[in-house]
């Protein structure tokens, strides 16, 4: 596009941002996706996915290329480039880029950065994740029935996503930095299953294993500081997430948390600014609901771009 001018520029390339995609040049905008990744975002990361509506059974990396493959058939511009702000300047919004200080400039902006799954920092993580150590029981529990499982953390999402995965798996271990800290009522259905040991107030120390993760090593935060190892199959992480969104923090649309607030057509309360998929406030974050908010951006986009030209 001359002088770096589009209708739509769309910063994130996971699933969210390349359904915008998709939806926005199908709609006859001029259109750039940006993404200091590779195309696929959390997804790539992810060793298989069985949910995904018409797919079957393939691996996060797999789905990723489909997609971006599908954007690049319908002519979508996209750019490997670290965006490190965006200023809203009316009509035309400025995205400004670490290399070479390039910058573009758009009549829309829809904000599809996700977040990334705070991780504990220990020898072993990096070398089993995506794995062996998962960030989504819903997308990989299924890969460990009958198995032995270690979830980390003890809030909302650890002690939901640990009920799931208590009645699928053979061994169940908790590990928390502190006591289990979830809705009292989730806590108490957790403990009332044969097969899970909770392990309170433990720090994580370890991840295991040559050719495939095979246990956890972890120790009390109590005087005593016992060490304890447990053998497993798989571990799930629950220890939070960090929202992607420092290049947009100045807009005043985010929640406490970094996150993205929007209404159900994934506006901002900037005009030409919109969020979509993991980077959004919202309750399930999925392959699916992320393409659901992508489309719903791409396509209010869309409408206010018509509107403005």
């Not at 789905?63 to 200023?87: P, R």
Request: some cysteine; aromatic content about 8%; proline content about 3%.
């Amino acid at each position: 596009m001359e002088n770096n001018t589009y209708d739509i520029v769309i910063v994130g390339a996971g699933p969210a941002g390349m359904t915008a995609a998709i939806y926005a040049i199908r709609a006859n905008m001029s259109v750039l996706m940006l993404d200091r990744l590779s195309p696929g975002g959390q997804m790539i990361n992810t060793n298989e996915v069985e949910n995904y509506t018409g797919t079957g059974k393939l691996s996060g990396a797999e789905l990723a290329i489909k997609m971006f493959e599908h954007t690049q058939e319908l002519g979508v511009a996209f750019d490997y480039k670290t965006v490190t702000g965006i200023a809203d300047n009316g009509p035309l919004k400025t995205i400004t880029c670490e290399e070479d200080d390039t910058v573009y400039q758009a009549r829309a902006v829809i904000l599809a950065t996700g977040t990334v799954p705070r991780r504990l920092g220990v020898p072993g993580e990096d070398s089993w994740a995506g794995s062996g150590i998962s960030w989504c029981a819903i997308c990989d529990g299924a890969q460990y029935r009958d198995k032995e499982v270690v979830v980390i953390g003890g809030g909302n999402s650890a002690v939901e996503e640990s009920i799931y995965l208590a009645g699928i798996t053979t061994r169940l271990t908790v590990v928390t930095l502190f006591d289990l800290t979830a809705d009292p009522k989730a806590c108490d259905l957790l403990r009332r299953f044969d097969n899970v040991t909770i392990y309170p107030y433990q720090e994580v120390l370890e991840f295991t294993g040559t050719d495939r993760l095979t246990g956890v090593r972890f120790k009390s935060t109590k005087e005593d500081a016992t060490e304890r190892y447990v053998e497993c199959d798989g571990v799930f992480e629950y220890i939070g997430f960090e929202a992607s969104s420092q290049a947009f923090a100045r807009l005043g649309i985010l929640d406490r948390t970094g996150c993205i607030k929007v209404d159900s057509h994934m506006r901002t309360s900037v005009p030409g600014i919109y969020g979509a998929g993991d980077i959004t406030v919202k309750h399930l974050r999925q392959i699916v609901t992320a393409c659901s908010d992508g489309a719903v951006a791409a396509n209010s986009a869309a409408v206010y771009v018509e509107s403005i030209k």
